[in-house]
């Protein structure tokens, strides 16, 4: 199959193409620098930033599917003054852009990369499923929802294959951001006070998202569906921190701070949204991925865990 992945130079992006080139798929990449070029068996183009006039042609040239993983990432510290109609720009309007020029070339398939946030921020004991009625709350969730439904709304009048994955938080070798500095705290010992969180949350490994991106490419009964994705395994973010901390030799050090103080003191600074992302639960129910696809990730929580912080020592 003759597949372009968008945002190949990305962290996701990346790996799906060497995963794909692995499978014996022709891949073809977009990438917004000259300098994001380097990737080994990837036909590289480059192409403009994601907007309502971005010329997919030549990219689109011979393409049997589409797995679009650009966007405009969600970010803590966002600097435009008006983040939605940024993130409309990219992710609503780009997608569009993407999608109807997909179909003049003749795609079959275009799997869309979006995100749990489109469900929400929180679970209160329910995990969500792929079929819950969308509550995006964050300006980059309500433009994940938006392209969604412009992506439907484009296909339906067509025969193009659509195909939407929601992943929560990834993880994976050459991981940046939470993540990251997650393990550099642990890494460099710093005690914590999260030794009395018991939330509970899901996340998925680089590579069972990939697998599945892969098993979505051509699976019958993936037309038309939503997706999500997870490892399967939820955590507590205290269990996290320890398995964290036995993966990278060095133990976790936990203060048991209550909960309720947490949320004071975070408040008191103006970050809740920090506190929700610590003490929170959201948890993803994927039977219908398991059920639909006969899907399962290949990858266990701890065999990925150890991967990712194999490639932080290293690195």
Same mark, same amino acid.
């Given at each position: 199959?003759?597949?372009?992945v968008?945002?190949a130079?990305?962290?996701?992006?990346?790996?799906?193409c !060497?995963?794909?080139?692995?499978? *014996?798929?022709?891949?073809? *990449?977009?990438?917004r620098?000259?300098?994001?070029?380097?990737?080994p *068996?990837?036909?590289?183009?480059?192409?403009?930033?994601?907007?309502?006039?971005?010329?997919?042609?030549?990219?689109?040239?011979?393409?049997?599917?589409? =797995?679009?993983?650009?966007?405009?990432?969600?970010?803590?510290?966002?600097?435009s003054v008006?983040?939605?109609?940024?993130?409309?720009?990219?992710?609503?309007?780009?997608?569009? #852009?993407?999608?109807?020029?997909a179909?003049d070339s !003749?795609?079959?398939? $275009?799997v @869309?990369?979006?995100?749990?946030k489109v469900? *929400?921020?929180v679970?209160?004991g329910?995990p $969500?499923?792929?079929?819950?009625?969308?509550? &995006?709350?964050?300006p @980059?969730?309500?433009?994940?929802?938006e !392209?969604?439904?412009?992506?439907?709304?484009?296909a339906?009048?067509?025969?193009?294959?659509v195909?939407i994955?929601?992943?929560?938080?990834? @993880?994976g070798?050459?991981?940046?951001?939470?993540?990251?500095?997650?393990m550099q705290? =642990?890494m460099l010992g710093?005690?914590?006070?999260?030794?009395?969180?018991?939330n509970s949350?899901s996340? =998925?490994?680089?590579e069972?998202l990939?697998d599945?991106?892969?098993?979505?490419?051509?699976?019958?009964?993936?037309v038309?569906?939503?997706?999500l994705?997870?490892?399967?395994e939820?955590?507590?973010?205290?269990?996290?921190?320890?398995?964290?901390?036995?993966?990278?030799?060095? &133990?976790?050090?936990?203060?048991?701070v &209550?909960v309720?103080?947490?949320?004071?003191i975070?408040?008191?600074?103006?970050?809740?949204?920090f506190a929700?992302?610590?003490?929170?639960?959201?948890q993803?129910?994927?039977?219908?991925?398991?059920d #639909?696809?006969g899907w399962?990730?290949?990858?266990?929580?701890?065999? !990925?865990l150890?991967?990712?912080?194999k490639y $932080?020592?290293?690195?």
């Amino acid at each position: 199959m003759r597949v372009l992945v968008t945002g190949a130079s990305g962290f996701v992006g990346s790996k799906l193409c !060497a995963h794909l080139i692995a499978k *014996g798929h022709s891949v073809r *990449g977009t990438v917004r620098r000259t300098s994001d070029k380097s990737l080994p *068996g990837v036909d590289v183009q480059v192409v403009s930033d994601l907007s309502a006039d971005t010329n997919w042609s030549e990219a689109l040239a011979g393409i049997n599917a589409v =797995v679009h993983c650009a966007a405009r990432v969600h970010i803590m510290n966002e600097a435009s003054v008006d983040p939605l109609s940024a993130f409309r720009e990219a992710n609503v309007k780009g997608t569009a #852009c993407l999608v109807k020029q997909a179909i003049d070339s !003749a795609v079959r398939r $275009f799997v @869309y990369i979006s995100s749990i946030k489109v469900n *929400g921020e929180v679970t209160d004991g329910n995990p $969500f499923r792929a079929d819950d009625t969308p509550a &995006p709350e964050d300006p @980059y969730g309500i433009s994940k929802w938006e !392209a969604e439904q412009a992506l439907r709304g484009i296909a339906d009048k067509t025969d193009l294959d659509v195909v939407i994955i929601r992943p929560p938080l990834i @993880y994976g070798p050459g991981v940046s951001a939470n993540f990251r500095r997650l393990m550099q705290v =642990v890494m460099l010992g710093v005690p914590l006070p999260l030794g009395a969180i018991s939330n509970s949350r899901s996340m =998925v490994a680089l590579e069972n998202l990939v697998d599945l991106i892969e098993t979505c490419l051509d699976h019958p009964e993936a037309v038309d569906q939503t997706f999500l994705v997870s490892d399967g395994e939820d955590l507590s973010i205290k269990s996290l921190l320890q398995r964290t901390g036995v993966a990278l030799g060095k &133990p976790a050090r936990l203060i048991p701070v &209550p909960v309720s103080v947490l949320w004071v003191i975070s408040r008191l600074f103006g970050r809740a949204d920090f506190a929700q992302r610590l003490c929170g639960s959201l948890q993803l129910d994927i039977s219908k991925t398991r059920d #639909c696809l006969g899907w399962s990730p290949p990858v266990s929580f701890d065999d !990925a865990l150890r991967k990712t912080v194999k490639y $932080f020592l290293s690195h």
